[in-house]
């Protein structure tokens, strides 16, 4: 699986919209990318993913640059709930392998 | 959605016992499962692949008799902890992946272990 790096903290103002940002420039044809996010010693969360075209869900949309080396989570309006640590993992979406390999993450500060 | 069931969510146990920590999913079946361990600050490191009806694959320098784990069904995979030590404690965490749907791995809600 790819590595990624991500900044390995952010600041929001409540309200506000993030924009996590994550460089995958390995990544592989097969891979996507997906978004995690763990807050305090609690599992993961899955948040969304993606291949090459730009999603959407109720919680955050994803932006893939069209050469794939990078993405952006974008919270569209952060509150201090979203603090936690936000992890991107690119990965082979394949039925058995499993493997999620988790980089250090960004901890996403949200502040009133 | 999926969701994945880890027990028990803490744990305290005395340097030389073992622990036995169990991760269910509730609403699917799941062939593999996955256990990763982690530190305070760090990340999620993956200690083990977990496999229904077969044994399981440990990452580089994880010992695996140590840490045994046995997938016995499509819904249960367990991590016994042995002859705990103080180093032992972490979070443990536990994930698996629901075929029917897109949402790549659900994980459980951790198991914090603390060996004292």
């Known amino acids: 699986d790819a590595k990624t790096t991500q900044p390995p903290s952010m600041d929001c103002a409540e309200g506000r919209a993030a924009n996590l940002p994550c460089n995958h420039s390995?990544?592989?044809?097969?891979?996507?990318v997906y978004w995690y996010r763990q807050i305090h010693s609690q599992g993961p969360q899955y948040i969304i993913h993606?291949?090459?075209n730009n999603e959407t869900n109720e919680m955050a949309s994803l932006i893939i640059t069209e050469d794939r080396k990078s993405s952006t989570l974008i919270l569209p309006h952060a509150t201090l709930r979203d603090t936690a640590v936000y992890y991107c993992?690119?990965?082979?979406?394949?039925?058995?392998?499993?493997?999620?390999?988790f980089g250090d993450g960004t901890t996403l500060t949200v502040k009133p | 959605g999926a969701v994945v069931s880890q027990h028990p969510s803490w744990v305290i146990c005395k340097s030389g016992t073992s622990v036995k920590i169990e991760c269910r999913s509730l609403?699917?079946?799941?062939?593999?499962m996955f256990w990763y361990r982690q530190f305070p600050k760090q990340s999620l490191m993956l200690m083990a692949t977990?496999?229904?009806?077969?044994?399981?694959?440990?990452e580089q320098g994880v010992e695996k008799d140590k840490f045994l784990i046995n997938h016995a069904s499509l819904t249960l995979s367990t991590l016994t902890v042995t002859s705990a030590h103080p180093e032992d404690s972490s979070f443990y965490i536990c994930?698996?992946?629901?075929?029917?749907?897109?949402?790549?791995?659900?994980f459980g809600s951790g198991t914090r272990l603390t060996v004292v």
């Open positions: 994930s698996a992946r629901d075929l029917s749907n897109n949402y790549g791995y659900t």
């Open positions: 390995t990544i592989s044809g097969n891979e996507y």
């Open positions: 993606g291949l090459k």
């Open positions: 993992i690119v990965r082979v979406f394949n039925t058995n392998a499993g493997k999620s390999t």
């Open positions: 609403d699917f079946q799941a062939t593999t």
């Open positions: 977990s496999n229904e009806g077969s044994k399981a694959t440990y």
